[in-house]
């Protein structure tokens, strides 16, 4: 891959979206792979806060510089191609931010997760929030928001998907979900987290904790069944 | 090739540090070394603890004197750039070593010692591998009362040495940074290597590698194959960026007939210069020795065809780093090691840093690579609490 083509792949993200709210969901002292960790903010997050042995996959090739340098344990990779080169069930979390609209397959990346990981931490930015819908609808152009800010030649976001897509995804591929909030651009949750469907709409970014094995219904949240009805 | 000369190699008549194992060392061949030297250098201080302790394995035709002035040839440290106070590799946390491989013609045992009969070992020196030079590494070390190395790191063929050392002593080495390396000599690299040895043997100096005896060295030969094995070293952009296809010197006139032999591009010149200089400092067996050393290795191949069962249950923690331009130990070769370490579920880092000087960048000031060195080991001696 070339120099050029790693460069669009890079997708900006949230940091403070990221440590947060992904940290409250990692329990201390885990073994942690951040699939597209930048420049391992999160990883040293999790290191210096919850004692995790945290290490990092990154495509472009300056951020793994820059982690490295930082001495975060990161390593040039694809999300695409390197995640089957990880053995079963050798971390407790994989987590994949922000960046799933961006591999090219996801749910292939979405399998490797639960191979190699007992639980993904998934985030990625609500293809169905209503600005996006309503600019779709009013403008009949693709839409370009805060969160979608690339033009549709140059984005990296080659597969954007909606909170109620990603449920449906899960359920295909018996992946439990275990927890699940939409938020704001700022990372501040979203009041509405318990209504999947005005999530939908609401929620600029979703974040899910998913874990490998499909034991009985999602319950905390009473989506699952209801989501996909209509 | 007239500039080269042969003023006879000089580290002969230099005393280089040491330290010597009367008991010998058992060779991967069967043979067995009835007695080993092992030449070393040291920088830095070793801490009360002796946790802060870093082996640096040196290349093809390294040595120990990694940080100061060379005693033979009077040049700097051939990683000054890297080793030093204040340096990425800062030798004022750190205690740094560097040793002669076996094998090698800087003062440890190798084809120019002599044998417990009193004559010269020349080519009746026994073959070496990548192994016995680790082991013979450890041996210093645990002479110097070092249990567990804080990093060992090297470049090429260093990097060999820092694979087999991770591999063999895992429980012994905190860090490993294997630069511009890989898991076995490829064909390719073989066959370079083959050139140069072509080179020597057809070299009537070399009299069957018992030049010694007339006091005569084969520079002809070592001067080729090291010439050969120089434009390996780096790219087709550095060569073109440093010479292009610029003349020595240009015709006086229309009517004078250019030279067909002879520096004509600069190109030429340098590496004639490079191939004359190499030969007053290094021994022409111990080049065949160490090449043949590089050609067996191949560390999948000694654990069942799956490198990644070299590594695993490993607790040491990996960084790999490739150049972009460095075609002798590409940056699939890195990565291919990297994966393989992450199959065995180990702390693998990895990066392939930006340069076009070729295979010679892990020498060379490279401010991403020395960054990456210094983030590194700061970041693992955090972790080592050190």
């Known amino acids: ?230 | 090739m007239d500039q080269i000369v042969s003023p006879g190699p000089a580290s002969a008549e230099t005393t280089h540090q040491h330290v010597t194992f009367e008991d010998g060392l058992a060779l991967e061949c069967g043979a067995r070394l009835e007695r080993m030297t092992v030449a070393y250098r040291t920088y830095g201080m070793l801490n009360a603890a002796r946790t802060n302790a870093v082996l640096v394995c040196h290349a093809l035709t390294g040595d120990q004197y990694v940080a100061e002035r060379h005693p033979v040839t009077g040049k700097d440290g051939w990683w000054d750039v890297l080793v030093g106070p204040g340096k990425p590799l800062d030798t004022d946390r750190f205690f740094v070593i560097g040793a002669n491989v076996l094998g090698g013609c800087m003062g440890s045992t190798g084809p120019r010692s002599v044998r417990p009969n009193g004559e010269v070992w020349g080519t009746e020196f026994p073959p070496i591998t990548i192994r016995d030079m680790v082991r013979a590494q450890k041996r210093l070390i645990e002479h110097l009362g070092i249990a567990r190395l804080f990093a060992v790191i090297g470049g090429s063929m260093g990097g060999m040495q820092v694979l087999q050392w991770a591999a063999d002593y895992p429980e012994n080495v905190f860090a490993a940074l294997p630069i511009a390396t890989a898991s076995y000599h490829s064909a390719q690299n073989i066959a370079f290597n083959e050139v140069g040895r072509q080179a020597i043997f057809a070299d009537p100096d070399w009299q069957g590698g018992q030049y010694w005896r007339t006091g005569a060295i084969p520079a002809r030969g070592l001067g080729v194959a090291r010439m050969c094995a120089h434009i390996t070293y780096l790219s087709e952009q550095a060569l073109t960026r440093k010479f292009g296809r610029r003349l020595q010197a240009a015709p006086k006139d229309a009517g004078e007939v250019m030279a067909l032999f002879g520096g004509m591009f600069e190109v030429e010149s340098y590496l004639q210069h490079q191939g004359s200089t190499f030969v007053r400092r290094f021994d022409a067996n111990s080049y065949l020795t160490i090449t043949r050393a590089m050609d067996y290795f191949d560390l999948g191949a000694d654990h069942g065809g799956d490198l990644a069962s070299a590594f695993r249950g490993t607790r040491t923690r990996f960084l790999l780093v490739s150049f972009s331009s460095d075609w002798l130990f590409p940056t699939p070769e890195s990565r291919a090691v990297a994966r393989a370490l992450n199959r065995a579920g180990a702390n693998v880092s990895f990066v392939e840093i930006g340069s076009d000087k070729g295979h010679d960048a892990f020498l060379l000031d490279e401010p991403d690579f020395h960054r990456t060195i210094a983030g590194f080991l700061s970041g693992c001696a955090a972790h080592a609490k050190l």
């Not at chain 1, 930015?125 to 800010?149: E, I």
């Open chain 1, 1 to 230: 891959m070339s120099p050029e083509d790693a460069g669009v792949r890079f997708v900006a993200k949230n940091m403070r979206l990221d440590l947060r709210l992904i940290g409250e969901m990692v329990a201390p002292g885990a073994r942690v792979l951040d699939i597209g960790c930048g420049d391992g903010g999160l990883i040293e997050h999790l290191f210096t806060t919850k004692g995790c042995d945290a290490r990092g996959i990154e495509i472009d090739m300056a951020l793994v510089t820059r982690a490295l340098a930082l001495g975060l344990p990161v390593m040039h990779g694809d999300a695409d191609t390197d995640l089957a080169h990880y053995p079963d069930g050798g971390f407790d979390y994989v987590i994949l931010s922000r960046t799933l609209q961006a591999v090219e397959r996801p749910r292939e990346v979405l399998r490797q997760m639960l191979r190699i990981g007992t639980r993904a931490i998934v985030s990625f930015p609500n293809f169905g929030h209503w600005l996006v819908r309503g600019q779709l609808l009013a403008k009949g152009r693709m839409p370009m928001t805060a969160t979608w800010d690339r033009m549709w030649f140059e984005t990296p976001n080659i597969h954007p998907c909606t909170i109620r897509d990603f449920f449906d995804l899960c359920a295909a591929e018996g992946y439990a979900v275990e927890q699940w909030l939409a938020a704001d651009e700022a990372g501040g949750r979203a009041p509405w987290r318990r209504f999947p469907r005005l999530a939908n709409l609401f929620g600029e970014q979703a974040l899910f904790l998913l874990r490998r094995e499909f034991v009985g219904r999602a319950g905390p949240t009473g989506f699952d069944s209801g989501g996909r009805r209509d």
